[in-house]
């Protein structure tokens, strides 16, 4: 799809320096840019690349002034990176903006979908199923029995939706997510061998949910795993069964939350971290990568390490395991002068 520069000002209000017809149909970096392209400039450092860039349209901000002679059309706005990004944000819509219901697919007949959806090709869902308006479901997606689905959610390829769970509005679903399978729950009896729990909660995901791709979240055994208002999931992130995580919490790739831990609002935990079940980590936390958290976590801590503790007093602690060496040949020196004194 082209843009003009006329109308990517109307959409940012910003005012073109240039060609107003010149058009666009994709984006690049600002040193990486072609002719037919749009990008930005946002950052000083890159300054030098918009006298070279052969991007049809820059974005910059209203202070900028070229100091040489350039080629590419700029639109000039308030703020050159948050415009972009907001640019980036409709293009997306656009792309997205799918209507209607492809075949196959298989929609149950007790289920119930409001206006304006769209059903990707190979697409099951089930009984009493409830899904809101402007809802982007894409092909091969499972969504189960009992399902709801709030407004304007977009539900990515391949994604997997177990019965009775549950959806708020505006969440976004990468391709890959399974929502709702049992929870890891078994019991050994005297032969040592083991028998399933069931897991007969559910999974409740609030509003302004964004779930990466390939992460999987736990149904619960009684009652339900939550995931607040406003968190943010990397791809292939477990969490079991039975866990809360508070609204605002962002999470990175392949950290493992096992059952009933509860996670604090706003709080911040890096990819890679382990953290033990029933446990509960306090509001505003920054866990580092690779930490791994079994104890109960205070409001406001920073924590890093195997097992995890005050982020300054780790950095202080590795400061000496790295001279460990030569601090065992010093005392090692010292010993030897000692036995000779003796």
């Not at 007790?110 to 990707?120: K, M, N, P, Q, R």
Request: glycine content about 10%; overall charge negative; proline content about 3%.
């Amino acid at each position: 799809m082209n843009f003009t520069a006329q109308q990517i000002a109307g959409i940012l209000e910003g005012d073109i320096v240039g060609d107003p017809e010149v058009e666009v149909s994709k984006l690049s970096k600002i040193e990486e840019g072609t002719e037919g392209s749009l990008t930005f400039l946002a950052n000083p450092k890159y300054k030098s690349y918009i006298y070279s860039t052969k991007a049809s349209i820059t974005i910059v901000n209203k202070t900028f002034e070229p100091e040489n002679d350039i080629t590419t059309t700029l639109i000039k706005v308030e703020d050159a990176y948050k415009s972009f990004s907001k640019l980036l944000e409709y293009y997306n819509q656009v792309k997205l903006n799918k209507h209607g219901i492809e075949q196959p697919s298989f929609i149950s007949e007790s289920a119930t979908l409001d206006e304006d959806i769209y059903v990707g090709a190979f697409t099951y869902i089930g009984d009493n199923v409830s899904i809101g308006k402007n809802v982007k479901i894409f092909p091969n997606t499972y969504i189960g029995d009992n399902v709801t689905i709030g407004d304007n959610t977009v539900i990515f390829s391949g994604a997997k939706i177990y019965s009775e769970s549950v959806i708020g509005n505006h969440c976004v679903i990468n391709a890959g997510v399974i929502i709702g399978a049992d929870g890891f729950g078994f019991v050994p009896d005297e032969n040592g061998e083991y028998s399933k729990v069931p897991q007969t909660g559910n999974v409740i995901i609030e509003d302004h949910v964004d779930v990466g791709a390939a992460t999987t979240i736990d149904r619960a055994t009684l009652g339900s795993t939550i995931i607040r208002r406003g968190v943010k999931l990397d791809n292939q992130i477990q969490i079991a069964h039975n866990v809360e995580i508070g609204k605002n919490t962002v999470i990175a790739a392949q950290t493992g939350i096992a059952g009933s831990s509860k996670i604090g609002e706003n709080c911040q935990i890096g990819g890679q971290v382990g953290i033990a079940g029933h446990i509960t980590i306090g509001n505003n936390v920054k866990v580092q990568a690779q930490s791994g958290i079994g104890r109960h976590v205070k409001d406001n801590e920073v924590l890093q390490g195997s097992p995890s503790f005050n982020y300054g007093d780790w950095n202080k602690s590795y400061v000496y395991f790295k001279n460990l060496p030569k601090i065992v040949k010093t005392i090692n020196e010292i010993e030897k002068k000692v036995d000779g004194n003796y």
